[in-house]
């Protein structure tokens, strides 16, 4: 398994931009799917975007789609995730997970790695 760190969160006002960052150490970074996930008071943890070993394949809940962006950068052991346009329901703990299917998907399940998390709020 891979071991992953969040960082990057904060307080943000509505329509503003964050850039969260996941480090990861272990076992080859650049053989797994790496994805977001977040989750917010009182609600289930939910899909937020995935992208492929290369990047060159990604996937976006249609909540986010359009402001946020995945990236990553395997000479770093890194995956981005630039958030832009922020509202107050996208407040919520982020956290990076990878996956060691080949496929990018969103179900949680298929994700075995977790870091701990990082807070996002989103407030004026």
């Known amino acids: 398994q891979v071991q992953l760190v969040e960082s990057g969160g904060g307080l943000v006002q509505p329509g503003g931009s964050l850039r969260l960052s996941c480090a990861a150490s272990?076992?080859?970074?650049?053989?797994?799917?790496m994805g977001w996930f977040r989750q917010a008071p009182g609600k289930e943890r939910e899909f937020v975007a995935a992208i492929n070993w290369s990047g060159g394949s990604t996937l976006y809940a249609d909540s986010v789609k359009g402001r946020f962006t995945i990236s990553r950068d395997n000479a770093k052991n890194t995956v981005y995730l630039q958030m832009n346009s922020l509202k107050p329901e996208d407040t919520a703990v982020y956290y990076c997970a990878a996956s060691s299917l080949r496929g990018v998907g969103g179900v949680e399940s298929d994700f075995n790695s977790w870091g701990q998390g990082t807070q996002v709020i989103v407030s004026s």
């Open positions: 272990g076992r080859s970074f650049s053989g797994y799917v």
